[in-house]
Nanobody, 115 residues
Framework: QVQLVESGGGLVQAGGSLRLSCATS????????MGWYRQAPGKPREFVAR???????TYADSVKGRFTISRDNAKSTLYLQMSSLKPEDTAAYYC?????????WGQGTQVTVSS
């Protein structure tokens, strides 16, 4: 069973930056996708950014040019560098891992951007 643990959330002013981390409980040798999603209160969970196993990186239009997803293979850690944050980026951010056999989610980390 793989566990994902997010960290790095917090309160930041608009225009500021945060870096989220997602640590996996095991070294991930093979996966289909790794990525980040977010959910604001009263709204459905939405896609933010992802890596595919073929090395393709995809971003939601709302975060393009401001967020960067990266991965440390040795640590099996996924990162999300967030810059130029806006109040509308306020949400719980979730790490996601899709393998051949399962779809894993972390518990989420809260990001709050004040205006």
């Amino acid at each position: 069973q793989v566990q994902l643990v997010e960290s790095g959330g917090g309160l930041v002013q608009a225009g500021g930056s945060l870096r989220l981390s997602c640590a996996t409980s095991v070294i991930i040798f093979s996966f289909n996708e790794m990525g980040w999603y977010r959910q604001a209160p009263g709204k459905p969970r939405e896609f933010v950014a992802r890596f595919t196993s073929r090395g393709v990186t995809t971003y939601a239009d709302s975060v393009k040019g401001r967020f960067t997803i990266s991965r440390d293979n040795a640590k099996s850690t996924l990162y999300l560098q967030m810059s130029s944050l806006k109040p509308e980026d306020t949400a719980a951010y979730y790490c996601n891992l899709i393998t051949r056999s399962a779809n894993y989610w972390g518990q989420g980390t809260q990001v709050t951007v004040s205006s």
